[in-house]
């Protein structure tokens, strides 16, 4: 076994495996990271495709939160351009949304939507006025239920409406933000996404992929003297007596064993206890990690065009499709993520059962037919690059685990801990939730063990 210096290594180079590597490098610790592909970033990464740069994943930057202090704090540059412009589409027309006034400005614009069925909207706003509504938020995120026995989000708002335009705007958000559908999300976890400053309304997108962002991480690692290899597959995380000892890696075509105390896995709960083995495990974890965790589909449509197929400059919200959610045409903000003259969107949906394997071509044809109805200008200037359907025993789901349904980042292994989307913060979703489990796992890190130096 080798004995090196390094005091921690992170297994997988997402958001949340970049972000815990950065701090604890920035904090005095010798950090190696290790990526088994050639490129960093997993699912915040980009592919070069006939002169595009596509998303491996997520698109979306939180601004001004989680991730732009990780950033701050470890000295890494944050080149984002933000995104100022948010719509919802509604029966063929476009509501912009302002960039201030949260719920508030949401009912608005159902009211705008509903202009021919004021009195139903009209009943939902004199019922649920904003105050009330933000405080039934709040109320239900400080009585957090488990979440199989939770109500869903939409059966809560029956309560309250049965107007299906008004459930197919929340639809619309929660599919977005939280990969899974309305009547799947517990409820106490999008009041807990709300009341926490939620929907994330400041976000922007990488202007040369995401890949050069999760670049600009790893600089920020070997900047402060750790290491990060690509091409590098770990084979086993070493235990001895309920502790982390190690890891066997393979790289170069050989294979080597590294002895450490710390290993921070970025590859999913399920994965981490396979490379550990299970019988490393007490009975109680175990059974969490096989029955609480609840991988999320996904599919996601890239299309380029000659021309902005999208009539509007911004993020637009698909209200009431068979499947799409959210539209982004990332080049009206970053034109040089497409060759000269051509377009860039990115388009993502969900299958209306997150529980179960989906039928990958059905539900891309659903995809596919939804932005035809959508949009009217589709068929005249775009073309489909790329389809994309993440199915839930995928190495790469939309999350390893529905919001709500995560477990502790902290393992009963000494020195092993998990960060990524399987150990989600309550009320934390995307990329922000991912970051912020790398600076919730460094924290531990510095308050348990030593840098050796």
């Not at 939180?62 to 202090?69: L, P, V």
Request: aromatic fraction near 10%.
């Amino acid at each position: 076994m080798e004995r090196g210096s390094y005091n921690v290594a992170v297994i997988g180079s997402g958001m949340g495996g970049l972000s815990a590597a950065a701090l604890l490098a920035h904090a005095g610790y010798h950090t190696l990271l290790i990526e088994k592909r050639e490129r960093l970033g997993g699912r915040f990464s980009t592919t070069e495709y006939q002169g595009f740069k596509l998303p491996t994943g997520a698109i979306g930057i939180q601004m001004g939160g989680e991730i732009e202090s990780v950033f701050s704090e470890t000295g890494a540059e944050f080149e984002i351009t933000p995104v100022e412009r948010l719509f919802y589409w509604i029966d063929g027309n476009y509501y912009e949304l302002p960039e201030k006034g949260g719920m508030r400005a949401l009912l608005d614009v159902l009211n705008k939507a509903e202009a021919k069925s004021t009195k139903i909207v009209g009943r939902i706003a004199k019922e649920v006025a904003v105050e009330k509504l933000m405080g039934a938020f709040r109320k239900r995120a400080a009585e957090r239920e488990r979440p199989e026995t939770d109500v869903s989000f939409r059966d809560w708002l029956l309560q309250y409406t049965d107007n299906e335009r008004v459930l197919a705007v929340f639809q619309a958000i929660i599919a977005t933000n939280h990969g899974i559908n309305s009547w799947e999300v517990p409820a106490a976890e999008f009041f807990a996404f709300v009341s926490q400053g939620g929907g994330y309304r400041r976000y922007g997108i990488a202007p040369r992929g995401n890949v050069a962002v999760a670049e600009s991480l790893a600089r920020a690692i070997t900047d402060n003297g750790g290491e990060v290899w690509t091409n590098t597959e770990v084979k086993r995380i070493m235990v001895k007596e309920g502790r982390v000892t190690g890891i066997a890696i393979q790289k170069e075509g050989k294979e080597l064993e590294i002895g450490l105390p710390i290993v921070i896995s970025n590859t999913g709960p399920r994965q981490t206890v396979a490379l550990t083995g299970s019988q490393n495990f007490d009975n109680a974890y175990l059974r969490e990690v096989n029955w609480k965790l609840r991988p999320a589909p996904i599919v996601t449509t890239l299309v380029a065009s000659d021309q902005p197929f999208i009539e509007v400059p911004g993020m637009v919200m698909v209200v009431g499709a068979r499947r799409i959610c959210s539209c982004h045409q990332v080049t009206t903000w970053c034109p040089d993520l497409a060759p000269p003259g051509k377009h860039l969107a990115v388009i993502f949906g969900e299958p209306l059962n997150s529980r179960q394997p989906m039928n990958a071509r059905e539900e891309i044809e659903a995809n596919i037919q939804d932005l035809r109805d959508t949009f009217p200008l589709f068929d005249k200037y775009a073309s489909i690059l790329m389809t994309d359907a993440r199915n839930i025993d995928d190495e790469w789901p939309c999350y390893h685990t529905w919001p709500g349904y995560d477990l502790s980042p902290l393992t009963p292994i000494r020195g092993l801990y998990n960060v990524g989307d399987g150990v989600k913060s309550f009320g934390k979703v995307g990329l922000y939730a991912c970051a912020e489990s790398g600076r919730i796992v460094a924290e531990d890190i510095q308050k348990t063990f030593a840098t050796g130096k």
